[in-house]
């Protein structure tokens, strides 16, 4: 297995559009997560699924933002009508149910212009 | 609720020197305490991690410790090398309201020169 992918990895985008990120998780792992991550601070927690199920939202998740993983496997995380304030890394990570450690994809580096 | 605190950086050291990055933090319970490295442009690599009490956890040099009495899980290397320069964060993850969630300090940069 290669790990967490995430595509794009960079995205530059023009301010009131919609973008659309993918997360491939680690095959055999039940959890995932997304976090947003700007400039000189550490990744703030936006959304998990266990399987396909979204169990929990952060404050942070806008109605402008959604996300899905259908089937229980990738997830997309999309971004309506984004704002400047968008601009930062989004993170995807996995684990497993019973396991302790997350692992993190590369991110993809969203610029709002 | 659950917090990490990290020490603030820039932390610049001369190869072969001591790091130590302090990270404490605040949790009901056993969480999971976590190293995890970023190099620029990239996202998070596992350092390290100690799921319980008394645990040492160690990765390429790296050690930390995780002190339950102090809730501490400081992290040292005994001689930085120059491709250690990266920013540092401190994690735990404990079970709360059902879900499983990973809680980060707001990262060390350490800068190690030649």
């Known amino acids: 297995d290669t790990g967490v992918s995430q595509n794009p990895r960079h995205k530059i985008t023009k301010r009131g559009q919609n973008v659309t990120f993918r997360c491939d998780p680690i095959?055999?792992?039940?959890?995932l997560y997304w976090y947003r991550q700007t400039l000189g601070q550490g990744p703030e927690f936006l959304t998990y699924f266990q399987n396909e199920a979204q169990l929990e939202k952060s404050r942070l998740l806008s109605d402008r933002f959604s996300a899905e993983r259908p089937k229980g496997s990738f997830s997309t995380l999309e971004i309506q009508r984004t704002e400047q304030g968008d601009s930062a890394m989004y993170l995807c990570?996995?684990?497993?149910?019973?396991?302790?450690?997350?692992?993190f994809g590369q991110g993809t580096r969203l610029t709002v212009v | 609720g659950n917090s990490v605190t990290q020490m603030e950086g820039p932390v610049t050291l001369s190869e072969e020197a001591f790091l130590t990055i302090n990270c404490t933090y605040t949790a009901t319970g056993y969480p999971s305490l976590f190293w995890y490295v970023q190099y620029p442009g990239e996202g998070l690599q596992l350092l390290l991690k100690a799921t319980k009490a008394d645990d040492k956890g160690s990765n390429k040099g790296f050690e930390a410790t995780y002190r339950k009495e102090t809730t501490s899980f400081h992290l040292e290397k005994g001689s930085v090398q120059v491709s250690d320069s990266a920013v540092y964060f401190c994690?735990?993850?404990?079970?709360?309201?059902?879900?499983?969630?990973?809680?980060f300090g707001t990262g060390t940069r350490l800068k190690v020169l030649a």
């Open positions: 990570a996995s684990s497993l149910d019973t396991g302790a450690e997350a692992f």
């Open positions: 095959s055999e792992h039940n959890r």
């Open positions: 994690a735990l993850s404990q079970r709360t309201s059902g879900t499983y969630k990973y809680i």
